[in-house]
Structure formats: structure tokens, C-alpha cells
């Protein structure tokens, strides 16, 4: 194994499966991770983009917050459309949300998601997410960078 070789962590929502994306294309895929999930160590990933790249399955039970913070959204996959997003619902993984107008955004499109936390802390969160699923103006994406949000949001998210 490469020493350089950078580590990408996935948290686990689901026991039987978890999308994956490839650093290097941003081409996702939805995967079975049962198997996996006695496996300590990395998984070896090769992509449709022949690239090969390392991950590590994180199978602890994630806390959700639910919310009914408002921010907005930039679609970055189509011609930096803009719209605002209500009832947001956040995992260290994933969001979800509903916009307050018609939306173009389709499966697949690349978001940049912009909310600021309430109190105490009132920290302004921004991440990059992709679109997994759009039923009329519910919006669910996955982050593209699963590294966390850092302190932040850590405590604002509650234990379960």
C-alpha cells in the first residue's frame, strides 16, 4: 500500500447499504456493506474511472438532528441555480431538506449547502453534498466530504 494514500471514512446509516464516491470522478454508488462490517482495516475501491482509492466503513449509529433551520443552495451541476431551504434535517453524513419554491435540482446534481446553527453557537455550515433523492421539494443528499463538520455542529447534533 501506497504511504501517501489518503483514507476516505464512511459512516454507515444503513446496516445493508452505503453510497460511496469516488474522489476522484465524484461518480457515486449505492453498495451492500454487510459483508464488510466485521472487516477493522481499509477496503481497497476501484472505480468505472479505473482510479483506486481506500476506504474504511464506519458502522456507528449516527445522531440526527432534526431541525427547522433555513439556509439555501447553490446547484453547481446546473448553471449556479439558487434556492432557499427550510426544515433541514442533518446527520454527520447526510441532509435533508424541503425548498420553499420549485426546484430544478435532479439526481446526481452537485449542491453547495449553506445554514447557520442556532443558539448558542449561531456558526455558519457549509458543505458540498449530491443529490440522492427529490420527491416534489424534499431534497436528500449525501456530503461529498465525509469528514465531519468539526466541533461545531458536533455538539449542536444531540447523542442518541
Do not use: W
Not at 86 to 115: A, P
Not at 117 to 130: D, F, G, S
Request: proline share 2%.
Amino acid at each position: 500500500m501506497e504511504e501517501d494514500k489518503k483514507i476516505i471514512r464512511i459512516f454507515v446509516e444503513s446496516p445493508a447499504s452505503t453510497v460511496i464516491t469516488c474522489p476522484f470522478c465524484d461518480k457515486f454508488r449505492t453498495t451492500s456493506v454487510t459483508r464488510f462490517k466485521n472487516i477493522q482495516g481499509t477496503i481497497k475501491v476501484k472505480c468505472s474511472c479505473k482510479k483506486e482509492f481506500f476506504i474504511k466503513l464506519d458502522f456507528v449509529r449516527l445522531r440526527q438532528q432534526l431541525t427547522s433551520l433555513n439556509g439555501e443552495f447553490v446547484n453547481l451541476t446546473r448553471n449556479y441555480a439558487r434556492g432557499k431551504i427550510q426544515n433541514i434535517h442533518v446527520t454527520k453524513k447526510s441532509i435533508t431538506f424541503n425548498t420553499t419554491s420549485f426546484t430544478t435540482v435532479q439526481r446526481g446534481d452537485k449542491l453547495k449547502i449553506d445554514f447557520t446553527l442556532e443558539k448558542p453557537t449561531h456558526n455558519k455550515v457549509q458543505k458540498n453534498a449530491i443529490v440522492r433523492l427529490v420527491r416534489g421539494n424534499h431534497v436528500e443528499c449525501y456530503f461529498v466530504d465525509n469528514s465531519g463538520f468539526g466541533r461545531e455542529i458536533d455538539s449542536f447534533i444531540p447523542r442518541s
